[in-house]
């Protein structure tokens, strides 16, 4: 298992400025996962954050947007950048424990944007 | 397009009831399904998974079904409690490690 720490839990932002959401993992853990979920919608895949290497985006996702950050195992970073009332959502991390086991998410941060 | 699809966005079921929540799915390469429970403020946690090889896996109160010709899995809740109102999400997953979510059912159990 996984305990996943993600802060801040809410917040509300004005547009046009970034957030930057924080997730800790309590072990080293390969693949780290940033999920999306805009209001009445399903969770939606934004990128797959691997330690080395540059994040991998799903489509409707860019970099410049939503830059992520992996410096180690156990920690990930989204941003929101230039937010915009369209950005509200609840943004979640996740890892999951090898192939075909649960994913473990975090508590979530509800963004926003006014 | 939608490649995991939950029906129903609301299901309210009698305590003591069973709770079906069902799930159909489009890609026929997914390897595995999850359900994922969430309630207001949380993250979604894990319920219950089944491998696409097996066509039922059961867990306490909890039971997922896989039907792999129609492309449908349902989870059964029974008895219901209470404490089971929250949204409940199913996911796919394959090769690749990504998880494609439902839209979820919210599901309310009257006492």
């Known amino acids: 298992s996984a305990v996943i720490s993600q802060k801040p839990s809410r917040d509300i932002c004005q547009r046009g400025t970034s957030l930057t959401i924080q997730c800790q993992v309590d072990?080293?853990?390969?693949?780290m996962f940033w999920y999306r979920q805009q209001p009445g919608q399903s969770l939606t895949l934004i990128a797959t954050?691997?330690?080395?290497?540059?994040?991998?985006?799903e489509s409707g996702f860019v970099i410049d947007k939503f830059p992520i950050s992996r410096p180690n195992l156990t920690f990930s970073t989204l941003t929101v950048s230039n937010m915009s009332p369209e950005d509200s959502s609840i943004y979640l991390c996740?890892?999951?424990?090898?192939?075909?086991?649960?994913?473990?998410f975090g508590q979530g941060t509800r963004l926003t944007v006014v | 397009d939608q490649q995991v699809k939950q029906n129903s966005p609301s299901l309210s079921v009698q305590e003591g009831r069973i709770s079906i929540l069902n799930c159909d799915y489009t890609?026929?390469?997914?390897?595995?399904f999850l359900w994922y429970k969430k309630y207001p403020a949380e993250g979604p946690t894990f319920l219950i998974s089944?491998?696409?090889?097996?066509d039922k896996n059961e867990d306490g109160r909890f039971t997922v079904f896989l039907n792999k010709s129609a492309k449908h899995l349902s989870l059964h809740i029974v008895p219901s409690q209470p404490g089971d109102s929250a949204v409940y999400f199913c996911?796919?997953?394959?090769?690749?490690?990504?998880?494609?979510f439902g839209t979820g059912t919210l599901l309310a159990v009257q006492p």
């Open positions: 996740s890892v999951e424990v090898g192939y075909g086991g649960e994913a473990f």
């Open positions: 072990s080293q853990v390969t693949m």
């Open positions: 954050a691997n330690q080395g290497s540059e994040a991998t985006y």
């Open positions: 890609n026929s390469m997914f390897d595995y």
């Open positions: 089944i491998s696409s090889i097996k």
């Open positions: 996911a796919a997953g394959g090769a690749t490690n990504k998880l494609i």
